[in-house]
């Protein structure tokens, strides 16, 4: 196990050395970053670095080589065997100290075809080699760019899809193929997964500048899932759900005794969390020594949903190991910073006769020499790296320069491109090299004169930088890939120090950011305000366009929102009618229960009264009988025997048990009129003078 260990850092080592030969960056850790970011593959590398035109590369080394390319890898191992030849007899015939001259010479001889050998076939070769090439190539060395294949893992819930794809392939054919595969229409699907966030259809796979192998996932939100879906789970999948958690990574840095609580998606890659740890605390991807990773979490590319972390919390511990890379860094410095030194004082030596430096002079001298760099090289954050570089700029130049915006590259991206449309900005990048024999006069005379500040205050969001120190510039470089692409950070890396200082004019589109100009430090004051007022009319048309949609839109929304407001109003009067309808129903039911309970009432004293009736006598019993006949309200007639001795309460109580209570009607006699009702209950029939028979009648009382 431990041999193949060794025998990877081996292959890696190689990846390192040509991918440096073929695309001309000395830098390891900006190498190191770039390759980690194509899963080292090294033609997709390279393919990222130096962008290809109209799918054609030139094959263009020196005349061996291309004799080689020509005739086939016959002729050249040939050509590479005549090389070793005439090294091996300039080494027999020369002196011991021109021997190690000729082995020079001949090494050199054979250095390209070292970068060709890292192809199978000349349709690889990559575009790299033009470093080496004749200024005007032959048709016969332009060959057809091969399609780069890509391989593609997407997952849609339980299930999991895999294709091969040509890199010139569109989103939608891949939205097409997964129509078949998956039976979801393209309408209702979501592509995510997206290292540049969301793309539309018509994006080409070769613009995104994807690694050879990419991770997808498809969300359907107006597709419910089923219940096998939804309760059970893959060993070897993840649901789109677990990649849309939050993951808390409390990150421990050993060296500076410093916790970080940040929070990442779980789409967000291992290789993400190291970059932007990176930034962070400023140790290179290739130098992080970590410690509580999970045994799972084996691959850089894995997703922190599948890599096995904590949920919802992970602790983890970062560290620098030692390399023996950073202690020469410091002494190449210094001797490039040398060499400069002496070739300016040989040239102006008569400058000294008139008491003026010569760094004073040509506005250059290295950062050594100055007493204050423009930003420090190990800068915690760049908030506080760019307030130095404020106020070193005020204080060499003046305080009448473009206000430079505090904060990360992405904080001015999003305080350019993302608010609402009459409020958006274009972004101007200044970037400073103190080497360059033009960033004293660029200065000076461009960035603080008073028509380029007051336009540039008006018009754009200037954020700036320092590109003096190589780690300054890898950390430059290294945003530059993440907000821009590597094609804007290959554009910076091609411009040598005597261009700089540079300025860049941003645009934000839709779906990603565009450069519309980079200004050297060679430009006049005219010119600048030329090419500032060009990039301000191309944006005033882009914004114009932008604020047109968001008014559109936004009469859209207005108009939803007063439909929504007005069905919420009809709603709101449905509720009230409803309720009023509600309360009239509950009172009526509360009325009706009332008079039935009072009816039970009634009825129940009715039946009491008729219970307690003595029974009525019979006409032969001998005794005293009073007859009565008693007319109702409704015309009917009570008729009923007494006793001659019965009190009046007696006929009351036969009234009420009749339906008519005492409390509501009244008993009157039909002539002479009288009201029985008024008399004393305890009164016999005789006394009342009801005998022997008498006609009444009821009537209800008022």
């Known amino acids: 196990m431990a041999s193949h260990s060794g ?92 021997t190690a001259t000729a082995a020079d010479t001949a090494a050199a001889e054979c250095a390209v075809p070292t970068c060709s050998s890292l192809f199978s076939s000349p349709s690889q070769l990559s575009p790299s080699a033009s470093t080496f090439c004749p200024s005007a190539p032959s048709p016969r060395h332009i060959v057809e760019r091969q399609p780069r294949m890509l391989e593609f893992k997407v997952e849609y819930r339980q299930r999991t899809v895999e294709l091969v794809l040509e890199d010139g392939t569109t989103v939608g054919e891949i939205k097409q193929l997964l129509e078949t595969e998956l039976g979801v229409p393209v309408y209702k699907m979501q592509l995510k997964g997206w290292k540049s966030g969301d793309v539309s259809d ?32 893959s060993k ?214 008073d028509s380029i500040v007051s336009f540039l205050s008006q018009n754009f969001i200037t954020w700036a930088w320092d590109v003096t120190k190589e780690a300054n510039k890898a950390r430059l470089l290294t945003m530059c890939t993440r907000h821009f692409g590597s094609v804007v950070t290959q554009t910076i890396r091609t411009y040598q120090t005597d261009q700089f200082p540079l300025l860049l004019i941003v645009m934000g589109k839709r779906t990603s950011n565009e450069v519309l100009n980079v200004i050297q430090g060679n430009t006049a004051v005219d010119e600048l305000m030329m090419r500032l007022m060009g990039a301000l009319e191309i944006f005033t048309a882009q914004q114009q366009e932008d604020i047109k949609d968001e008014d559109e839109r936004e009469a859209r929304e207005m108009v939803k929102r007063e439909q929504d407001e007005a069905y919420r109003l009809s709603l709101e009067a449905d509720r009230k009618k409803r309720e009023a309808q509600e309360r009239e129903e509950a009172e009526q039911v509360r009325l009706e229960q009332m008079r039935k309970e009072k009816e039970d009432e009634k009825e129940a004293i009715r039946l009491s009264l008729a219970q307690t009736l003595p029974p009525e006598p ?58 029985i009702t008024q008399l004393d209950p305890g009164s016999t029939l005789l006394e009342a003078k009801l005998f022997p028979q008498e006609t009444l009648f009821l009537e209800a009382k008022e």
């Open 202 to 233: 018509s994006t080409v796979l070769r613009t995104l500048h994807l690694p050879r192998n990419v991770s997808l996932y498809v969300l359907t939100p107006d597709i419910a899932p089923t219940a096998t879906a939804s309760t059970s789970t």
């Open 236 to 449: 070897n999948s993840v649901l789109p759900d677990s990649l849309n958690q939050n993951f808390l990574l409390i990150i421990s840095h050993h060296e500076a005794q410093r916790d970080y609580n940040l929070n990442f998606p779980g789409s967000r890659t291992i290789q993400e969390v190291k970059r932007n740890i990176s930034d962070l605390t400023n140790i290179p991807v290739r130098y992080q020594q970590w410690e509580g990773w999970p045994a799972s979490a084996s691959d850089d590319c894995m997703t922190l949903a599948v890599s096995g972390i904590n949920y919802p919390c992970h602790h983890l511990t970062v560290c620098q190991r030692s390399s023996p890379a950073n202690a020469q860094v410091p002494q190449e410095e210094c001797a490039d910073v040398h060499m400069i030194s002496d070739s300016e004082g040989d040239d102006f030596e008569d400058a000294s006769e008139f008491g003026v430096d010569d760094s004073e002079m040509f506005g250059t001298g290295s950062s050594s020499c100055r007493k204050t760099p423009m930003m420090p090289e190990n800068s915690e954050n760049e908030a506080d790296a760019l307030l130095h570089f404020t106020a070193e700029f005020s204080s060499r130049y003046g305080d009448n320069h473009p206000m430079f915006f505090i904060g990360s590259l992405e904080a001015a991206s999003q305080e350019a491109f993302h608010g609402k449309a009459r409020e958006r900005k274009l972004l101007a990048i200044y970037l400073h090299n103190d080497d360059s024999v033009l960033s004293n006069v660029f200065c000076s005379h461009m960035m603080c004169a």
């Open 618 to 675: 019979e006409e032969e019993s001998g005794e005293q009988i009073s007859k009565l006949r008693i007319r109702t309200p409704s015309g009917e007639f009570l008729e009923r025997r007494f006793l001659g001795g019965s009190k009046l309460q007696m006929i009351f109580d036969f009234v009420a048990s009749k339906g008519y209570p005492f409390d509501e009607f009244k008993l009157l006699t039909t002539f002479p009129r009288r009201n």
């Open 7 to 98: 025998d990877s850092n081996t292959d890696r080592e190689m990846i390192l050395a040509d991918f440096q030969l073929c695309t001309g960056i000395d830098n390891i850790a900006e190498a190191i970053t770039l390759l980690e970011l194509n899963n080292w593959d090294l033609v997709a590398a390279i393919n990222g670095v130096i962008p290809q035109e109209n799918g054609i590369m030139q094959s263009n080394f020196s005349s061996e080589a291309s004799q080689a390319s020509m005739y086939g890898p016959h002729r050249e191992s040939e050509a590479a065997n005549a090389t070793a030849v005439a090294a091996t007899s300039a080494a027999d015939t020369a002196t011991a100290a021109d």
